[in-house]
């Protein structure tokens, strides 16, 4: 079992910045691709980016490239999503979520899921 937990979200004007953090303990970290996900009111839960477990495959979804960026530190078993130049229409909950293997944008994929950071953007 992995447990992850998110945090980081707030309340952020248009063009602001912030960095989610996912933490994760339980069993070993190693080996599990993490992957960020989206879901605003009345919508379905999207991908938003994801990072295999060396760090070398990434994926961003179309809507936040180059202005998102996924990262993750295995040492102490965190992921984050550092979120700039953010958009009302950025406005979500956001969830970290692992799962074995290359990085999917399946949520099918992933077997663990925090419970979720909420991310507020003003216009």
């Known amino acids: 079992q992995v447990h992850l937990v998110e945090s980081g979200g707030g309340l952020v004007q248009g063009g602001g910045s912030l960095r989610l953090s996912c933490a994760a303990s339980g069993r070993t970290f190693s080996g599990y691709a993490m992957g960020w996900f989206r879901q605003a009111p009345g919508k379905e839960r999207d991908i938003v980016a994801a990072?295999?477990?060396?760090?070398?495959?990434?994926y961003y979804a179309d809507s936040v490239k180059g202005r998102f960026t996924i990262s993750r530190d295995n040492a102490k078993n965190t992921v984050y999503l550092q979120m700039s130049s953010l958009k009302p229409e950025d406005t979500a909950v956001y969830y970290c979520a692992a799962g074995l293997g290359v990085p999917s944008v399946s949520r099918a994929a992933y077997d663990y899921w925090g419970q979720g950071t909420q991310v507020t953007v003003s216009s």
């Open positions: 990072i295999s477990w060396s760090g070398y495959t990434l």
